[in-house]
């Protein structure tokens, strides 16, 4: 059922491997920049939930960058459904929408952690050095690029246009990148905009991942929303998928 | 290859279609065509843009759902057993379809790994790069290739996993008249390794030069199907063309002699020329090819 998924991989690999000198810097210069300006500039001895403001930062820009570069797998999906065709040799081709869904999605987890290494290291001359090595960290940064990569298969098989990609990105994941606990402690809003906010994934991501690199044990509940909002977002891309075909 | 589908074709047709019908709304686009494509034949699809060409192979390559209709590859149904009806067909789309900022090697072998070949039959990826005279720009990027050499290299990417039958879409849409005869070179090379063809084109000259047999579609129907020689030789061999009241009339004649001896009786200019595809497109549904 997903043999084949490993030539869809292979594909965007290639692609990620021709534009690494270009993908490093443009995956380093937004986290940088919020470092500097939320971490620097607000003030580098501030201390939220016990740690300073750098070491509260870096976990949650770990969760957003790894969120926006597992979403950015749609923009890829369209270019070669829109641009280039390329879709359709997938089309073509005798594997099942699950080896190619499975493809992508895998794709886009690798490209999400190619970020998550890049913030870990740029984290380094900020002094800011987290427990990497626990598993539960990595667990976090895995279900999280799962589910956003996901949800970005299913959406690229939906959109029409670069313009409709750009709406869903302008309405759906930059009020999450920064609403999704990422630069603050959600208990600092008023509850009732705390509570709608606890049920998006990066909430949960953001939670597992923090707590986790702060060495500490985020409790079961995160990586289950994300594990089952990750296996719902397959399902949905591998039904999106099938109805691709005109 | 399961039972029932052996039932379904004999083992000389690659290609089976029945009743094979797509709609678009209230737009019929293909209105339940039947027709089979034999071993080792070129087989033409000849009508205008918009008669149903593109729709066909889209169908049969498994890129668009029939509404109705049944069709097999090589035994196996399109739909039911889509995956092995895909490994027999190489597709050739109309538009360029390569990965263009990879590689020619690599474009081959993304697609060596989609059809699941083995380590082994990477060798045959740089057979078919000379095959297709592109080997020295194995390593060159598809941007750098010409309009002729990504047409050689899809055909390339579509033979890498020895289909039945390879499926052309308008194959030298676009292309200068000679690379379209280098195209049509390496399509009739592809035929002589026994590989079945089915083209479509609005080329008549294409079509003339290529087909063994040609089926003439018109607004989603086909509404003749037989050798080229056959269609022309239907009107005569020779026509002579005439303008009459702002319009081409065209009349046929068995022999040059004929021809020749009628045009001696007419007092408007006129041209003496052999019958072609466009004629038997003509007589059949009264308008032009193009």
């Not at chain 2, 990826?125 to 592109?134: A, T």
Request: aromatic share 10%; with cysteine; proline share 4%.
């Amino acid at each position: 059922m997903i043999k084949g998924w490993y030539a869809v991989y292979y594909r965007e690999m290639l692609i990620v491997r021709r534009r690494l000198p270009q993908m490093v810097p443009s995956m380093a210069v937004s986290p940088l920049l919020y470092m500097m300006a939320f971490g620097y500039a607000m003030g580098d001895q501030k201390i939220v939930e016990g740690h300073r403001y750098l070491e509260f930062l870096l976990p949650g820009l770990i969760a957003m960058s790894s969120m926006v570069q597992a979403f950015a797998i749609a923009s890829e999906i369209n270019i070669s459904r829109f641009y280039w065709n390329i879709f359709e040799e997938f089309q073509a081709a005798p594997i099942s929408r699950t080896a190619y869904a499975l493809g992508e999605v895998l794709a886009g987890v690798t490209r999400a952690h190619l970020s998550v290494l890049i913030i870990i290291v740029m984290g380094l001359p900020f002094g800011v050095c987290l427990a990497y090595y626990n598993p539960l960290f990595w667990l976090g940064t895995i279900l999280n690029s799962f589910v956003f990569s996901a949800m970005a298969v299913a959406l690229a098989m939906v959109v029409k246009s670069h313009a409709e990609q750009g709406m869903l990105i302008n309405f759906f994941i930059t009020p999450m990148a920064f609403l999704g606990g990422t630069f603050f402690p959600l208990d600092n809003l008023p509850i009732w905009i705390r509570k709608p906010l606890e049920f998006l994934p990066l909430t949960h991501a953001s939670n597992a991942i923090r707590a986790s690199a702060f060495g500490q044990n985020p409790g079961y509940l995160p990586y289950v929303v994300l594990a089952v909002t990750g296996i719902v977002c397959f399902l949905v891309a591998l039904n999106m998928v099938g109805r691709a075909r005109d | 290859m399961i039972s029932n589908s052996a039932e379904q074709t004999s083992a000389e047709e690659v290609i089976k279609v029945a009743a094979l019908a797509k709609r678009y709304g209230s737009l019929e686009a293909l209105s339940g065509v039947f027709f089979k494509v034999f071993q080792g034949e070129i087989f033409a699809y000849l009508g205008p843009n918009g008669s149903g060409k593109t729709t066909t192979i889209r169908i049969l390559t498994g890129l668009t759902r029939a509404t109705s209709g049944d069709a097999w590859i090589n035994g196996f149904h399109y739909e039911k057993q889509a995956l092995d009806a895909k490994r027999q067909c190489g597709v050739v789309p109309q538009t360029i379809n390569l990965d263009q900022e990879l590689t020619v090697f690599d474009n081959l072998e993304i697609h060596r790994r989609l059809f699941g070949l083995s380590s082994e039959s990477r060798r045959r990826i740089d057979l078919l790069l000379d095959y297709v005279g592109l080997l020295e720009r194995r390593n060159a990027t598809v941007r750098q290739l010409s309009g002729g050499m990504k047409r050689r290299l899809m055909i390339a990417r579509a033979m890498v996993h020895e289909p039945v039958i390879l499926f052309l879409d308008e194959p030298t849409v676009g292309l200068d008249p000679a690379i379209r005869r280098d195209i049509w070179a390496l399509i009739k090379k592809v035929q002589a390794d026994g590989v079945t063809v089915f083209l479509t084109t609005h080329y008549i000259e294409e079509a003339e030069f290529l087909a063994d047999r040609i089926a003439l579609l018109d607004r989603g129907e086909i509404v003749a199907l037989d050798k080229p020689q056959t269609m022309m030789s239907a009107l005569g061999e020779w026509a002579i063309d005439q303008v009459v009241h702002n319009r081409v009339v065209s009349s046929y004649f068995a022999t040059h002699a004929e021809a020749g001896k009628h045009a001696l009786e007419m007092e408007n200019s006129y041209s003496i020329r052999r019958v072609n595809l466009e004629d038997a497109f003509l007589q059949m549904t009264g308008k032009k090819l193009l």
